[in-house]
């Protein structure tokens, strides 16, 4: 059974770091695309961040501050979040996807107030 687990979320002040993981596990295999995903109160699901192959893509709203990255011998894929913004409250989730098949994990909260 495949599994993704995210860990690293926390309260945080404005301006400050965190750094989220995702660690797939059930599975040797690759996945093709794995990105972050956040959901605030109130907001749909919105993409953060994803890695298609060793190709970066990221959200208007948080390139330059996040950057994602993944350690195919680990399976786990990671988020440095730098200058947290309070708009960056959310629960994050990370994402992984096979061919047509796609996993999601159970969602870590970053909450960031001063």
């Known amino acids: 059974q495949v599994q993704l687990v995210e860990s690293g979320g926390g309260l945080v002040q404005p301006g400050m770091s965190l750094r989220l993981s995702c660690e797939a596990s059930g599975t040797r295999v690759r996945f093709n695309v794995m990105s972050w995903h956040r959901q605030a109160p109130g907001k749909e699901r919105e993409l953060v961040a994803g890695m298609i192959g060793s190709r970066p893509h990221y959200a208007d709203s948080v390139r330059g501050r996040f950057t994602i990255s993944r350690d195919n011998v680990k399976n786990t894929v990671y988020l440095q979040m730098n200058s947290l913004k309070p708009e960056d409250t959310a629960v994050y989730y990370c994402?992984?996807?096979?061919?047509?098949?796609?996993?999601w994990g159970q969602g870590t909260q970053v909450t960031v107030s001063s």
């Open positions: 994402r992984g996807s096979v061919g047509t098949n796609e996993y």
